[in-house]
RNA sequence: CGGAGUGUGGCUCAGUCUGGUAGAGCACCGCGUUCGGGACGCGGGGGUCGCAGGUUCAAAUCCUGCCACUCCGACCA
């Protein structure tokens, strides 16, 4: 992309709306732009971004086992009477009638759809287990939207709904998600930690909130620090096997948010060297609730002995849109955002910092070209702009490399290539410096 | 929903207390000089001061009502 061409509307200073750095940052990178509390427009660059970690999520499903849909936004009331909800959601779901007066909602979530599809076409235990995903907007009517798109009204969410004959079949499909979702942090640069969350009336232990460490986090997390080094099981893993040891391994050692925290069973557990205080951010939340939404709405599933029995369900959810503000919480610095290489809008940026000085100019095109040619998605800063501001602009959107061709390099036969995280430069031949982005 | 605060060109803000010709910086347009970390000079365009009433010779400024947005609290991917 040639930013002469491209929209990506950098702001100099934050709106004084804006007040956490995420935020900040987006609104000054041109990712997002609001347009009303808690809802926001998504800006080439956000989109990007966003797009990517989707993706992400996407192929971590897949792998996981799980079944991509879609569903749509608005939902018919009728669905959540049945489970009992529609009346209990209260203020917080948007409610809209249609041309027939007919009562929609927009979805804040999707069980009634999902297990309304799920009980007209599956009846029998032998097509189960089944996993069913779908990455959509979601809309909650919160009392106080605020941070920009880490509480929007707005959001996308990726929700996943598990069903299983039976108990011990639901905490299979609980654990393939537990590691899914660790795997999806990892790739997105992230120290992900997972702590019990509160079951409510079903009780049990099978609910588990994933927090991110972030400094400007805005929950507290008390761990036990070998959970943090253990990181994410790995792509590798059998899917189909028995995953009951490494999820175990992750939920023996004390974690918990604030409100969970015990800090008399915290010192129990963990030696004095290895507890670890730190801040996160929630970014999933994984559930398993039995027949809470099968038994009402009647999602019966033939067993083997022939007795119709409700489905064991669990859900899963991962805000997508607030990983992005997650992701740059974690990852930024002064001049801006530090995107993992994973999710960058651009793998790089060619720096031409004299656009129309002939010598300049085709070595920046062969270098964009080449970056073209090998699949990193380039920008090419082209704009009659100084170096300085190129730089700042730049560093505030946080592309991975900058390989900046000037005159005095290109009178050298050399470019300069600058890494955004670690903000080494190194000066080299151009074929050099591309071998560098390229690995 | 309780408490607090803010609404003035695209952005950051001054001006409001004490009513009297709407301002600055950034951004934008033109010309020139510049050009390796957000340049400089000259010229220019753009605002019914959130909305509606009211007081007054006169309202961004005072009064009343409403709306929007932000922050703190209780809830949440």
Redesign the pocket.
Known sequence: MRLSCYFMP????????A??VSHQLMV?AGMIR?E???IYAWLPLGLKVLKKIEQVVREEMDRAGAIEVLMPTLQLADLWRESGRYEAYG?EMLRIKDRHDRDLLYGPTAEEVITDIFRSYIKSYKDLPKNLYNIQWKF?D??????G?????E?L?KDAYSFDIDEAGARRSYNRMFLAYLNVYARLGLKAIPVRADTGPIGGDLSH?FIILAETG?SEVFAHRDLVEMGAPGPDIDWDGDLQDLVDQRTRLYAASDEMHDQARFEAEAPEDKRMTARGI????IFYFGEKYSKPMKALITGPDGKDVPAQMGSY???V??LVAGIIEASHDE?GIIWPDSVAPFGAAVVN??PGAAEVDTVAEQAYKALIAAGKDPLLDDRD?????K???L??VGVPW?L???????ADGVV?L?RRASGE?QTLPLDQALKVICG
């Open positions: 950098t702001l100099r200073e934050a709106p004084s709306d007040q956490i000054r609001q009303a509390a808690g203020d909650r919160e009392r106080r939207p605020r941070f798109v880490m509480r929007g009204r959001f969410m909130e805005e929630e970014v999933g939340h959810g991962v805000g849109s607030r001049a910092l004299r702009d100084r170096p300085g501001a730089f700042a602009s560093d505030l900058q900046i061709v000037g005159p005095k390099g290109v300069e600058k430069r």
